[in-house]
């Protein structure tokens, strides 16, 4: 385990910083007099202001050593000079040195109280008009509010990247709507464990029956069980589960489960004579997957070939014999928009989709071919003799790890250049990703779906 280091000190420049995620790379003067070089997540960090950092040193190839902040301590500027130091940096907007100086000049140790309680009072600086004077206070106000929500996390050990992500969807009453409800820490926005979020509001000294403890448990239940693989849940293990989590009846996580429901959180729907219970994305997910495989069962195939006739061409060319089955699912997919191939090891998928391939090009199609994972789609490669990539890669996905979300590039705005698409191990792909595929594909595509009930399922839910 590496050794962690602590340093005091005063910021004496910022080198870096990233305003959406808070990443900064700044030079800490210490009580010593050494300059150390400090990365990690620091929103609104400026010179003046005082720091005490604990963290472990990792040498950077070309910036040399330096301390990545695993915990920081901050406090305001304390005297004249450092808060000259902090105004004039630019951590205000429309405040610039002249300002800073002449503000420092006439209020002193009073310039931060004045900015946040009196604004008004910075009309009486040459230049402040009362306008100006009331915007340089609403962002110091602002300024003040994101390093309070920090202080607030910091106190519960929290990283202060939440900050920024509550800041980013709550915007200015982050603060207030965290100590009105905790919970909102569990949120997917945010991603802290029940238990973390709980052990808080219950430090804060929320009721074991509130409303807002109620719902959030409801909440992580579902959230919970889609990591299991569940797309929702009975009504019924639902309120069961939530009851034995927090040790209490089943009356509280029933309301708490109504009011979710009318807040449309959570959706509930009758499936196979049970009431299934949905987070509202994954009730979604399903919903457009559904839409969007009825859409393309019922568009007119592009791309027509006598099916028997191509069959015996292809029979021919790869020097094969296809067995009735797998004469049978090369005529369909001649025919039809959808097509599931299934079998287990050793039933000829393989040939089969080679054929298909085969089949797709021969019509004209543009085919694509891929797999849930990178594995799998090597050996698509290696066993088709054609190019194959994974859905993810397909698709153009990538992570945002301040929002906490998955995104891609191809959508129903900007849709795969693909007229036939096959992807294989299906059963490691989710109601998610399968949804994001389907949005993907232009209307009318071939869409080839292989699989065997024996493999892998997925990670995520269904």
Known sequence: MEE????????????FQNAENGYTVLRLLTEEGEVVTVVGCIPCAAPGEGLSVTGTWERHPQHGEQLRASEVERRLPEDEAEMFSYLSSGVLKGVGPATARNMVDRFGLETFDVLETAPERLTTLKGVTARRAQEIGEAFRQHMGLRRLMAFLARYELPPVLAMRLRRQYGDAALEKLRQDPYLLAGDECGVAFSV?????????FEPDSGARLQAAV????SHNENNGHVFLPRGKL???????????????ELALDELISRGQVIQERVANVDACYLRRLWEAERTAQLRLEALLSAKPQGRVSAGRTVDELERAQGVAY????????????????????????????????????????MGLDVVLAAPTGRAAKRMSELTGAEAQTVHRLLGMSWNEDARQVTFTKTEKEPLEANAVIVDETSMVDVTLFAALLRALRPGTRLVLVGDADQLPSVGAG
């Open 323 to 362: 067995s009735p089955q797998q004469r049978k699912a090369v005529e369909l997919a001649a025919r039809e928009n959808v097509l599931i191939l299934t079998g287990g090891p050793g039933t000829g998928k393989t040939t089969t989709v080679r054929a298909i391939a085969a089949l797709f090009r021969k």
């Open 239 to 253: 309120v069961a589960a939530t009851a034995q989590l927090l040790q209490c009846g089943e009356e509280g996580p």
């Open 4 to 15: 962690l280091i602590c340093r005091e000190g005063t910021i004496h420049s910022i080198i």
């Open 197 to 205: 979020a709980d052990g808080i509001a219950m430090s804060m000294g």
């Open 219 to 222: 909440s992580f239940e579902l």
